[in-house]
């Protein structure tokens, strides 16, 4: 078995320490403050070492958000699509209400429409893996019958996000589990879903 | 009658000038690198009638943003729910892929989560405002029996609304006819619309 030289191959303990920094620091300073040089130096690796894996902070928070975002949103799946969206939602919706993270999240978006290669990090690593995961649990749900043949999947994924994302960046007050019930129930209503 | 003196009052023609000087320097330069200044300076006015007028660059980008929205997306009743909705949702999403206004209200969103003067704008300008002309709509809907009594007509408007932010800020590709045509009868048959 051959093993890349460790130079190569990037240590964990060094990710889970730059991650964390980075979120230690946008908790202590605003994302705005954030640079890889503090970064690097809660961290105790060098920027050199940062810059090897990450081309800039945003990068970096991405990563730890998404992390965060996978732990707090399983795509669970207990034969109940209401109730697992509910849950899913839910997920999403409370990280966001935890400093750092609503935060953190707000700062990676406001610098997508300058920063392409954050961009496409973000489309590659989050949206559309999550996406996917999510169009595959609506798809086990319509195989045990409980969303109709020929729904707009995909659509309905929008429908349920959009609302998340839209009172995130408008900076509404986000969704508390009353609000999340009935979107999640309009949108299996939207789709045919018996008994909704 | 009393009028102001002159010094109190905004004059049309410099607010246009303003607001139109702040659109073209967004085209030419991109939001991140357009400043009072230049803004000012463009306009043929002076900085002290801008500062006295807005607050802040995104402030001015704000109005000229809403002037063009609210222009793009009247709330036209012309008895039909669903066609009305689409010609609405349409003129929004045709906005922001018009330059600058999608990469100006990228702009705005992103400085939200530093701003809190701009997001309330954002908020007592732009979104309470629509967001009530769009729920009036729904009502008289409503009123002529295209939407039940008692359906949830705020869920419905973040649920046309939250798809268009979610594609804007994610900068995924924006809906086309046939998707928002989509959402429109979604949104319709979630909420129990005879017809959809």
Sequence with gaps: MITPPSSLRRSERSRRATLQAALDLCTEKGYGRVTIE?????AGVSK????????????????????????????????????????????????????????????????????????????????DPRVEEAVARLRSAQDQGQIPPGANLPLAVEMLYG????RHVLR???????????????VLRSLGSPGY
Tied chains: 1, 2.
């Design 38 to 42: 503090a970064i690097a130096a809660r």
């Design 163 to 166: 609302p998340v994302y839209y």
């Design 48 to 127: 050199k070492t940062i810059y090897r894996w990450w081309p800039s902070k945003g990068a970096v928070l991405l990563e730890a958000f998404t992390d965060a975002l996978v732990d707090a949103t399983p795509f669970v799946d207990t034969g109940d699509i209401g109730a697992d969206l509910r849950t899913h939602v839910a997920g999403a919706v409370k990280l966001l209400t935890v400093p750092p993270f609503g935060p953190a999240y707000a700062g990676i978006l406001s610098e997508l429409h300058h920063d392409d290669v954050l961009a496409q990090a973000l489309k590659d690593q989050l949206v």
């Design 172 to 186: 509404k007050p986000v969704q508390d589990e009353e609000t999340i019930a009935a979107l999640v129930a309009h």
